[in-house]
């Protein structure tokens, strides 16, 4: 499974940006997909996820009410839209794909998009 960020970029502290992974090359018909984030000095941390059909969503506390992660399955992409941006949004974004196969797990990432917010 390819994976191939976009949308990064520097935005003011309260604006928005969009995110979209487009995936390529899958087979899992049940998946998870999600956006993680890594800040220079941190660890990597989940941002959102959505499972296959985009039914359920989860949400890093930080980011409830702010951001909201989607998927258009025809277009196989994925998408986070990030609004009232703070400056500790500040990170690397990567797009992470979990394929479930027999029991076993497949993951993927990206190659990440960097954003940056200023105050």
């Known amino acids: 499974v390819q994976l191939v960020e976009s949308g990064g970029g520097l935005v003011q502290a309260g604006g928005s940006l969009r995110l979209s992974c487009a995936a390529s090359g899958s087979t899992f018909s049940i998946n998870v997909m999600g956006w993680y984030r890594q800040a220079p000095g941190k660890q990597r941390e989940l941002v959102a996820s959505?499972?296959?059909?985009?039914?359920?969503?989860n949400y890093a506390d930080s980011v409830k009410g702010r951001f909201t992660i989607s998927r258009d399955n025809a277009k196989n992409t994925m998408y986070l839209q990030m609004n009232s941006l703070k400056p500790e949004d500040t990170a690397v974004y990567y797009c992470?794909?979990?394929?479930?196969?027999?029991?076993?797990?497949?993951?993927?990432w990206g190659q990440g998009t960097q954003v940056t917010v200023s105050s």
């Open positions: 959505i499972s296959s059909g985009g039914g359920s969503t």
């Open positions: 992470n794909f979990v394929g479930l196969l027999r029991l076993a797990q497949y993951e993927f």
